[in-house]
C-alpha cells in the first residue's frame, strides 16, 4: 500500500473499527485459545472491559460446545451462520486452509470500509493492532524481534541467514540490544510477543541479563517473552534459572531427521526444561520456503506488480524487526536482510526510524503502508503466500561443514 497521507491512512477506518462489536475464533483448539488469549490481553492492557467484544469459538465437535474455551461460549457452525452480523462480527478462521477458504467464500467480501468479515491468522495479527489504535488509541504489535545476535551453531543451506555463516556474523554487546529495548517501549505500547531468536536464541552468552531486564523493566507491557532454540544447545543453568524466573516460553525447533547433533540432544533440551518447569513447546516445521534473498530477479514486474505482491505477501504481517541498525525499524526480516547483506541499497523506502515517526506512522508502516507502496527488497525476493507451494523446500538441509555443540 502506498502511503498518501501520513498518520491519516486508517482515519476511514475508525468509525467501523469502532462498530465491531463480535469476534467468532472458528475452531476450538489450544491454538485457537492462544490467539484468543492475545486479543482478550491487549484489550484489557489497553483499557477495554469484557464487554467491549463479544467474544465466542464456534466448532462443529459437539463435545466442545458443551465446555466454554478461555472462559468463552462454543457454538456450532449453524449458529455461527444464522447469528454472523456483517458490520459488526468478524471472523478469525483458524481451520485448514481449505476449510478457511471454503467459510471465507460464504461470508460476504467486505461490506464495511474495507474491512473483511474473515480474517487468516495472517491477516488478523496485522489488522488487530489497527483495531486496538483505533479503538483506545494504543500502539501496540503482536510481536517483536530485538535483535541480539545472528550467531548459530548449524548451517543449514535454505537458513534466511545463511550468510552468517560466511562473512556477516554479528553480535550486539547486551548494552546496546538493552538500549534498542528501551527504544521500542519508547513508542509502543504493549507488544505481545517479545522473540530471541532471529539465529538461535541459547547462542547468546550473555542472555540472562536480556531477559532479566525485559521482564523487570518491561514485564507488565509483554504478554510473552519468547526465546527460540534449534534443539541442539543445552542451556546452561544461569540460563535455565532467567528463563524460569522470567516465565520465559521456549521454542524447541524439531530437526532430529536432519541433523545428528539434533538427534542426540533434543530430547535431552526437552526434559531439562521440564524438569526445571519451564514453558515449553517443540515445533516441527512441514517445510521452509526458499525465498531466494539476494539471487531472485523480479525487477520484470510493473510497479504496480510488485505493489499487489508485498500486500499479499506473509513474510512481514505479524511483527517488528528492531536493532539491526541504529533506530530503524522494519517490517519485514526479509527487507533487514536484504540490507544487511548489501542486496539492495538502504533507503527510507525499507524503515522509519523510530525517533522521527509518529505512533500513527509507525503503525501504517508496520501494517504495509511504503513509500513506493512495496519495499525495495520485494525485487529480489520470492517472498511467502497463503496457498502457494512453489517455493517450499525441505528444512534444515545441512551444508558441507558440521553443526557444533554449544
Known sequence: MKWHAKEHELDRLAKPCGGIRRVWFYGATAFAASVCESFLWVVEKAGGTPEDFDV????????????????????????????????????????NEKSALEIAAR??????????????????????????????????????????????????????????????????PPEEVLRHLDEIFEKV????????????????????ELLDYAASHYGGRIQKITLITNGTIMPKPDVLDAMKRNDVYVVVDDYRAEVPLCR???????????????????????????YRLGTANRSFLSEEDLIESFDSCICGSQQIYYGWAGHKVYRCLLSALAVEFGFIAETPNEYVNLNEVSKAELLEFVIGYTLKGHLDACAVCTGAYLGCTDNQIPVAVQATGKEQAL
Open 56 to 95: 465466542r469459538f464456534v466448532d462443529r465437535d459437539e463435545a466442545k460446545q458443551q465446555a466454554p474455551l478461555c472462559g468463552r461460549p462454543v457454538f456450532s457452525p449453524e449458529t455461527f451462520w444464522a447469528e454472523f452480523a456483517p458490520g459488526s462480527d468478524i471472523a478469525v478462521l483458524l481451520v
Open 189 to 208: 505500547d504493549f507488544v505481545g510477543e517479545l522473540i530471541y531468536g532471529i539465529a538461535d536464541g541459547l547462542a547468546y552468552d550473555r542472555l540472562p
Open 107 to 172: 461470508l460476504p467480501g467486505s461490506p464495511t470500509d474495507g474491512i473483511p468479515c474473515a480474517f487468516s491468522i495472517e491477516e488478523f495479527t496485522r489488522f488487530c493492532p489497527v483495531l486496538i489504535w483505533l479503538r483506545y488509541q494504543k500502539l501496540y504489535f503482536w510481536g517483536a524481534d530485538n535483535f541480539m545476535s545472528s550467531h548459530c551453531n548449524l548451517r543449514c543451506e535454505n537458513c534466511i541467514i545463511r550468510h552468517t555463516h560466511r562473512q556477516n556474523k554479528r553480535k550486539l
Open 264 to 290: 542426540q540432544n533434543y530430547e535431552r533440551v526437552l526434559a531439562v526444561l521440564r524438569d526445571h518447569g519451564i514453558r515449553h513447546e517443540g515445533r516441527r516445521y512441514s517445510f521452509w520456503y526458499d
